[in-house]
Nanobody, 120 residues
């Protein structure tokens, strides 16, 4: 029920926009996570149901923007000024917690992931 799209290969400094179709999840907190080879999955951004509260990891602040369109049951991650270290599989996820969360254990449902590869 969570389907990510928009990943791909991009040169450093470029941009990508990830989308996540999230049917029946419009009232929940949602987040974007990423996992690089050999590393733990980390939250890069999260957003509450209204879109009024967001969280960004320090490593992506000022470069990534999370947004949602509840009418379309979708969330997005606009990624600008991409760096080599942004290379990872990106996942969208849903949290049924009442306040914004950023840890893997607080998210209940996950998409299958989409690969983002940044080249030099």
């Amino acid at each position: 029920q969570l389907v990510e799209s928009g990943g791909g290969l991009v040169q450093a400094g470029g941009s990508l926009r990830l989308s996540c179709a999230a049917s029946v999840y419009s009232k929940y907190i949602m987040g974007w996570f990423r996992q690089a080879p050999g590393k733990e999955r980390e939250c890069v951004a999260a957003i509450n149901w209204s879109g009024g509260t967001t969280y960004y990891a320090d490593s992506v602040k000022g470069r990534f923007t999370i947004s949602r369109d509840n009418a379309k049951n979708s969330i997005y991650l606009q990624m600008n000024s991409l760096k080599l270290e942004d290379t990872a599989v990106y996942y969208c996820a849903v949290s049924r917690q009442s306040v914004l969360r950023r840890t893997v254990k607080d998210y209940d449902d996950w998409g299958q992931g989409t690969q983002v590869t940044v080249s030099s």
